[in-house]
């Protein structure tokens, strides 16, 4: 059974960063082909795509968060981070991580506030 599961967000001042994590469990065989990605959700809203890096691929940004976010993976411990730079207050949100290869697999998600 895969499990997902992301940490590292919290409170953060704006201009501030965070590191978030994805850890997957159960997925030894085919992480490293699967294409990785990181959602996003606020309250009430549609979950959005922030960013996905499919196997090989170059790494596509939303246009809200090019240049400030950056999305990695490590194939051998796999785990996918997601960096975040120069944080605004609307990217406040319940982030989550994603894996697909070919069905989908979310993880419980996790807050990320910038505020002052």
């Known amino acids: 059974q895969v499990q997902v599961v992301e940490s590292g967000g919290g409170l953060v001042q704006p201009g501030g960063s965070l590191r978030l994590s994805c850890v997957a469990s159960?997925?030894?065989?085919?992480?490293?082909?699967?294409?990785v990605a990181w959602y996003r959700q606020a309250p009430g809203m549609e979950r959005e795509l922030v960013t996905r890096l499919d196997d090989g691929g170059p790494a596509r940004y939303d246009v809200s968060v090019k240049g400030r976010f950056t999305i990695s993976r490590d194939n051998i411990k796999n785990t996918v981070h997601l960096l975040m730079n120069r944080l605004e207050p609307e990217d406040t949100d319940i982030y989550y991580c994603n894996l697909q290869c070919p069905d989908h697999y979310w993880g419980q998600g996790t807050q990320v506030t910038v505020s002052s």
């Open positions: 159960g997925a030894e065989r085919w992480f490293d082909v699967a294409t």
